[in-house]
């Protein structure tokens, strides 16, 4: 009797499970890997049930962007499963039928986002989608499965072991927490509708809820459930506090309670003052709860943030920002998106490039009226009211000026004429006369002092036009026209090509604020030595630098700079575009280099071996980014030896002069002798060229 009831009872039970196949991880197994994996992004197979599903939405590119969430029987007691985010093509994009579709994802990235983990599809990843509705009833039926796979590349069918183990675990659905198919199909349909509610600070109103996305500029943390952050996107706002400069700002960090009495407490003069940017460019907001926490653990001053769900308030005339926890969101899920920088340029948003655009033009605007105010408290000097006098008298030199220059222009073209210039190269600013080397090396004086002594200025910031030959180059081989540099956020900005305050400044506030160094990134840099075209007799030379920015220009080609030694398409199209340039100076150089080598001796003139060569970096000689030594040096510059007039190279290069642009400026160099040193202690100034607006066609 016991024995036929054990047996009655028995068969009354489901069948346990089959395991998990070789390959795959349960979603708790995923949940609780350890931190080095995550941040690896360690790949992943996984199989579960379909529970909710976001449309298919195209992002700002060629992709699409959808959303699953699948759940299985490891976190059957828990209310939200994986979130699995693709990005693909339309047409690769898995077909989804309704709740409870058996989903198996084979390669899938392990990633955090939001505060959770998350899975990402990639190119190699495999998603294989069995409705419901037509997963077989039994194990013998595992090879009549109608499974649909979707995949930008090949994909593996679902073998048998795996389609059995699904058959099993579709025995155990019910005790799953998933939507009918009515709740699935609304729950869909609101997705897909949900307006964005992103906004730029300027258009922020109050008693309304907005998605905002700008940079850190201050975090006050109280040891409470709450912190109080300051941002900005760079866009102003009548209802915003107004910043003004060398002014602390309000004591906002507050330690309020239920009724909005408040208990302030001192800050440190750091903490106090306010760094910009000034104006009413800025809003406070008290971040809440699980956010609150995203904000103190990785969340630093400087980091641009994406904050989704802020509710505006107006306070006492200002708007201010709260942002709470979603109630309806999974546990542990924050509203925060730390932005980052990607070296391919269509994952980097473009509103964070537009903001990091507006904020590049903004402290540059800063700095020029900075300037011009600390020179006016200086001097003591008062600007002319607009319509003065000085005003018609800057006007009528003006246009004595410009008759000046449309003279100047006519006699440049029967010169340029006479010189039979490149037609291949042009250049900007056709109004400007030409300028001979004898002008552009003349030194310039400064008056100093009360005495009346004149004193010649190191250099002068000016900007010439001249007929040109190139004569050499600098490096010596043309895969070393390319350096690598540290990555910086204003990289992603066209028009930017660095200066004194970026690399190394950069790479300390990024390392500071815990992200570790920087990637490095390519850029041009090289050097012309070039020979005044427009005389004959006694050739001035002259090494022009050409920067990032200006080789862009002037090389005039469709790839971004990269390691010429590993990207030979791109040397092949650089060498075909300088041969327009410099016509045979190459193959020129590379002989004499060779025969340079074999005899052992200097490869060019101005690498001697005097004991200045020896002494200093050649042009294109760079530090490495991790060089202590080179902390003082202004990272953007090739540091050049002096020219020696009369020492010509032994190139004679058959090819055309050419009109360029010019321009003078200083870098401060390393000084051993203090009588010299006139930029500061164990510092002098050097006089620089540069090649700009420059063009091969």
């Known amino acids: 009797m016991d024995s036929n009831q054990d047996q009655d009872c028995t068969s009354g039970q489901s069948e346990l499970p089959l395991p998990l196949p070789p390959g795959f991880k349960s979603i708790r197994e995923?949940?609780?890997?350890?931190?080095?994996?995550?941040?690896?992004?360690?790949?992943?197979?996984?199989?579960?049930?379909?529970?909710?599903?976001?449309?298919?939405?195209?992002?700002?590119?060629?992709?699409?962007?959808?959303?699953?969430?699948?759940?299985?029987?490891?976190?059957?007691?828990?209310?939200?499963?994986?979130?699995?985010?693709?990005?693909?093509?339309?047409?690769?994009?898995?077909?989804?039928?309704?709740?409870?579709?058996?989903?198996?994802?084979?390669?899938?990235?392990?990633?955090?986002?939001?505060?959770?983990?998350?899975?990402?599809?990639?190119?190699?990843?495999?998603?294989?989608?069995?409705?419901?509705?037509?997963?077989?009833?039994?194990?013998?039926l595992a090879l009549d499965a109608p499974w649909s796979s979707a995949s930008p590349s090949k994909t593996k069918r679902p073998n048998v072991t795996e389609t059995k183990y699904v058959i099993s675990a579709n025995k155990h659905v019910g005790d799953l927490d998933l939507p009918s198919d009515t709740e699935f199909?609304?729950?869909?349909?609101?997705?897909?509708t949900v307006?964005?509610?992103?906004s730029l600070m300027k258009d922020l109103k109050p008693d309304c809820f907005y998605n905002i996305l700008g940079e850190v500029i201050k975090v006050y943390d109280n040891n409470s459930e709450r912190i109080t952050v300051y941002m900005s996107d760079y866009t102003p706002n009548n209802k915003f506090y107004n910043y003004a400069w060398g002014e602390n700002p309000p004591p906002n960090d507050r330690d309020e309670d239920e009724y909005r009495y408040v208990k302030r407490k001192p800050r440190s003069e750091t903490d106090q003052a306010w760094p910009g940017p000034y104006g009413k460019l800025s809003i406070q907001l008290t971040v809440f709860d699980e956010n609150?926490?995203?904000?103190?653990?990785?969340?630093?001053?400087?980091?641009?943030?994406?904050?989704?769900?802020?509710?505006?308030?107006?306070?006492?005339?200002y708007l201010e920002g709260k942002l709470r926890g979603d109630r309806d969101r999974f546990e542990g899920k924050v509203q925060v998106e730390v932005i980052k920088w990607s070296a391919e340029d269509e994952q980097n948003d473009p509103r964070w490039e537009e903001a990091v655009a507006r904020k590049h033009a903004w402290w540059?605007?800063?700095?020029?009226?900075?300037?011009?105010?600390?020179?006016?408290?200086?001097?003591?000097?008062?600007?002319?009211?607009?319509?003065?006098?000085?005003?018609?008298?800057?006007?009528?030199?003006?246009?004595?000026?410009?008759?000046?220059?449309?003279?100047?222009?006519?006699?440049?073209?029967?010169?340029?004429?006479?010189?039979?210039?490149?037609?291949?190269?042009?250049?900007?600013?056709p109004d400007q006369p030409i300028v001979s080397f004898a002008e552009i090396l003349k030194p310039r004086k400064l008056m100093i002092g009360d005495n009346g002594r004149e004193y010649a200025s190191p250099f002068t910031i000016c900007n010439y036009k001249a007929n040109v030959r190139v004569v050499d180059y600098f490096p010596d081989n043309l895969e070393d026209f390319t350096v690598g540099h540290r990555a910086s956020e204003y990289d992603i900005l066209s028009d930017y090509s660095g200066g004194e305050d970026t690399d190394l400044e950069e790479e300390?506030?990024?390392?500071?604020?815990?992200?570790?160094?920087?990637?490095?990134?390519?850029?041009?840099?090289?050097?012309?030595?070039?020979?005044?075209?427009?005389?004959?007799?006694?050739?001035?030379?002259?090494?022009?630098i050409v920067d990032n920015f200006?080789?862009?220009?002037?090389?005039?080609?469709?790839?971004?700079?990269?390691?010429?030694?590993?990207?030979?398409q791109l040397l092949n199209a650089l060498r075909e575009q300088l041969f327009k340039l410099w016509g045979d100076l190459e193959e020129q150089k590379s002989a004499k280099l060779q025969l340079a080598k074999k005899a052992d001796l200097p490869p060019s003139s101005f690498q001697s071996s005097t004991s200045e060569s020896l002494r200093r970096p050649r042009a294109g000689d760079q530090p490495d980014a991790d060089d202590s030594d080179a902390e003082d040096e202004l990272p953007h510059e090739i540091i050049l030896p002096k020219s020696n007039q009369n020492d010509e190279s032994e190139l004679v290069p058959r090819n055309k002069p050419f009109t360029c642009c010019i321009r003078q400026y200083g870098v401060k160099v390393p000084e051993d002798d203090p009588s010299k040193a006139n930029a500061g202690e164990g510092r002098r100034w050097e006089r620089m060229f540069g090649l700009f607006d420059t063009h091969i066609n």
């Open 30 to 140: 995923i949940k609780d890997m350890p931190n080095d994996q995550v941040k690896k992004g360690t790949f992943v197979g996984v199989i579960g049930f379909l529970k909710d599903y976001q449309s298919p939405i195209q992002t700002r590119g060629t992709d699409y962007k959808c959303t699953l969430e699948i759940i299985d029987l490891s976190v059957k007691f828990e209310a939200f499963g994986m979130k699995i985010n693709i990005f693909w093509p339309l047409k690769h994009l898995p077909s989804i039928f309704g709740p409870s579709d058996v989903v198996l994802v084979r390669n899938a990235k392990v990633q955090m986002y939001g505060g959770a983990i998350t899975l990402l599809a990639n190119k190699v990843s495999e998603f294989h989608i069995l409705q419901h509705s037509r997963v077989p009833r039994d194990l013998s």
């Open 364 to 429: 540059q605007k800063f700095k020029t009226q900075k300037k011009a105010i600390l020179s006016e408290d200086a001097s003591g000097d008062k600007r002319k009211a607009p319509g003065g006098d000085a005003m018609n008298s800057k006007k009528r030199r003006k246009e004595r000026r410009a008759a000046a220059e449309q003279k100047a222009a006519a006699i440049d073209a029967r010169l340029g004429k006479k010189l039979g210039l490149n037609e291949n190269i042009t250049c900007a600013h």
């Open 508 to 544: 300390r506030r990024i390392f500071k604020s815990g992200r570790g160094f920087a990637k490095n990134a390519w850029e041009w840099r090289f050097a012309l030595q070039v020979e005044d075209a427009s005389i004959t007799h006694c050739k001035d030379r002259i090494w022009l």
């Open 185 to 192: 199909q609304v729950k869909a349909a609101q997705a897909s």
């Open 195 to 198: 307006k964005d509610k992103f």
């Open 550 to 568: 200006s080789a862009q220009y002037l090389l005039g080609l469709d790839e971004d700079a990269t390691s010429l030694r590993g990207d030979r």
């Open 292 to 317: 609150a926490e995203f904000f103190r653990e990785k969340v630093k001053e400087n980091h641009w943030v994406l904050l989704r769900n802020v509710q505006i308030k107006d306070t006492s005339g």
